[in-house]
């Protein structure tokens, strides 16, 4: 029977011998005449606080639990612009593809309470071009125009072109969304999924829907021509997130992002550090972080993978710890749990 | 005589409107190529200058997304259909942009069982450097077949015939397309409406061959399924061209538009008022 699946082709210039190709960032790395970043503008924190808040359902108050976490981890937004990016995939009833509206809202809230300037949303789907349909569809816009608040499509923004921060891609520039590069506080607001060619999509490779699709189509098919890694590094390090909150009350597992199954985790997941974050939600559902090529090239000079330079708040890892089925390509880099 | 109840529509147009003539995606944003053209066609014939599209910034005979961007190989097509629609000659050349977009391929695959389709195909990416997908090969297939009746000389037949090919090869197994592939991996892909009404408006001489058939049955039994401005717009136009009813999707769309004001996309409410005038389609009729 025919799935919402198209996610499947955004990988559709890989062959198989170039996907095994693009789990190989150091070989890559190493046949560069140019170094990949600058060290000088990276700084890894010395420890990365990583909240773990139980929600064991989509009923509890998430502009309560997220404002909990935010006070947690000392974040400051007092008269900032906060721009909150979901995870807005594609429209299908019963599974656990897009970050889930209600815990975009309570963010939204939860920043206001805070005391930010203004929250906006804005998303940019890599392969739905129709925005209109899925926040409709996602009961998205009912739930933004019930809160006032703006959301801005980021394939449509208006876009500069910014210089490259790291340069695994091998671009020197990319455009971005003016409204993404006016915001003071970037939130990635992920949905938790095992991914088909990255193993796992999170707050890191959530960056995809801030490229603009006016400017590279849909899909955007210049990051997978470049390499789902190298573009998920190069995003990360030339936007710079400041902060993630993952959905992970039900996740996805097996064929992620879009046609694997929902998974119940009952979690959220909030830290400044993203690569910590996405590094804790890998150890949860399973895999080894230091396995998954961005992750561990992100470690050199993004933030931490290592599990004693990330300092848990709220829940112990153990009460979420579980092992999410993956496809055959991804079982190699299971974590092998004591 | 215009119908007024879509007077919303057209003073949202008018309102939106950058002071260069053409539109953003939204309301003081820059103007882009894509909405511009939208807009043009949907208030064409309302005394509205169409000189920015006549002066709009092109590299190497392909039209630029935006003044300082980069050409987007499927708004050159949408472009070349409004040109031809709007009688417009562009400060280049028609026929340059005609024979440019010709000469762009999508890069070619090594053929892998991950995918079964035809990777050597070439036809036409959003942007250069990448594959060739359904949206953009099907605007400017469909823009040749326009221009062919004006400039025949001027077509390279084997364009033409890649990109049926491709769109042929591409189509989903019940019929319609997603976005490029159709079986990945051993899944079924699912067709969408937007991507399968450009499919089929690309293809609309070539009603016989199966694949358009099983695509036709499946937009006429999901052209409501995808509400939005875009989606009920060009399932409608797709099958006025193909002479299907379209009664479904004309009302769906009507009563979409109090939300397509409201989010506010200025190329939404343009194909809108385009699907819904009736009687100035033929940008997009063989």
Redesign the interface.
């Known amino acids: ?6 996610d ?2 955004l ?6 011998r170039e ?1 095994v190709g693009a789990l190989s960032i150091p070989v890559l790395a190493a046949g560069c005449s140019r170094p990949l970043y600058d060290p000088r503008r990276f700084s890894v924190p010395g420890r990365s606080p990583v909240a773990l808040l139980p929600a064991p359902s989509y009923e509890v108050d998430f502009s309560d639990l997220i404002g909990r976490g935010l006070r947690e981890l000392g974040v400051e937004v007092t008269g900032r612009r906060v721009l909150l990016k979901p995870n807005m995939v594609e429209y299908e009833p019963g599974t656990a593809i897009n970050t889930n509206p209600l815990v975009v809202i309570g963010a939204a809230v939860a920043f206001s309470r805070a005391g930010a300037a203004e929250v906006i949303v804005g998303e940019g789907p890599g ?7 899925l ?3 996602t009961g998205l ?1 009912d739930h933004l ?1 019930e809160h006032r608040i703006r ?1 801005i ?1 980021l394939n ?4 500069r072109y910014v210089p490259l921060e790291s340069r695994y891609m091998r671009l020197e520039r990319l ?1 971005l969304p003016v409204e993404l590069l006016r915001s003071d506080f970037i939130v990635s607001m992920p949905k938790l999924k095992t991914h ?1 060619w990255a193993g796992m999509t999170a707050s890191m490779k959530n960056l995809f829907g801030t490229v603009p699709g ?6 955007k ?2 990051l997978h ?1 470049r390499g789902i890694p190298e573009s998920i590094l190069d995003l990360n390090a030339t936007i710079r997130p400041h902060f993630s909150i993952v959905d992970a009350v039900t996740c996805m597992e097996g ?1 992620g992002p879009i ?1 694997g199954r929902p998974r119940s985790l009952g979690m959220v997941a909030m830290g400044r550090d993203l690569t910590a974050v996405d590094a804790t939600c890998a150890r949860i559902i399973g895999l080894e972080p230091r396995q998954m090529p961005y992750l561990a090239e992100a470690s050199k000079y993004l933030g931490n993978v290592d599990e004693k330079r990330i300092e848990l708040r709220g829940e112990p890892i153990g009460r979420f710890a579980t092992s999410f089925d993956v496809i055959d390509t991804f079982k190699s880099i299971r974590l092998r749990r004591s | 005589m215009p119908d007024p109840s879509l007077e919303p529509l057209r003073q949202f147009l008018r309102d939106g409107r950058n002071p260069d003539g053409g539109w953003g995606y939204y309301r003081g944003k820059t103007s882009r190529l894509e909405p511009t053209c939208w807009g043009l066609l949907a208030l064409g014939g309302e005394g509205t200058s169409a000189d920015v599209l006549r002066r709009w910034p092109a590299n190497a005979g392909l039209l630029l997304e935006r003044d300082g961007g980069e050409p987007n190989v499927g708004f050159h097509g949408v472009a070349l259909l409004a040109l031809r629609a709007l009688g417009i000659e562009h400060e280049k050349g028609n026929a340059v942009l005609v024979s440019s977009v010709q000469q762009i391929k999508g890069i070619a695959l090594e053929p892998t069982p991950l995918f079964k389709q035809d990777n050597s195909l070439q036809a036409w990416p959003w942007v250069a450097g990448t594959f060739s997908w359904v949206e953009p090969t099907a605007w400017c297939l469909l823009a040749l077949k326009r221009w062919a009746t004006t400039m025949p000389a001027a077509i390279d037949r084997s364009r033409v015939d890649v990109a049926e090919r491709l769109l042929i090869d591409r189509c989903c197994r019940d019929g319609g397309w997603n976005y490029g592939n159709a079986d990945v991996m051993g899944q079924q892909l699912k067709p969408f409406v937007p991507t399968t009404s450009v499919a089929l408006l690309a293809m609309q001489d070539r009603t016989s061959h199966p694949v358009i058939q099983r695509s036709r049955q499946y937009l006429e039994g999901h052209a409501t399924a995808e509400r939005s401005g875009v989606a009920l717009s060009l399932a409608l136009l797709a099958l006025r061209a193909l002479h299907l009813a379209a009664d479904g999707p004309r009302e769906a769309l009507r009563e979409q538009l109090p939300t397509i004001l409201a989010i506010g996309n200025h190329m939404s409410a343009a194909l809108s008022l385009y699907a819904l005038g009736g009687e100035r389609d033929a940008a997009l009729v063989l």
Request: charged content about 30%; aromatic content about 16%.
């Open positions: 029977m025919p799935r919402w699946s198209s499947r082709a990988g559709a210039h890989l062959t198989r996907f392969h739905r071009r129709d925005s209109e349909y926040v409709t569809r816009f125009r959301f499509d449509q923004d208006d876009v455009a088909h006016a400017v590279y189509g849909w899909p098919n210049i021509v064929d046609m």
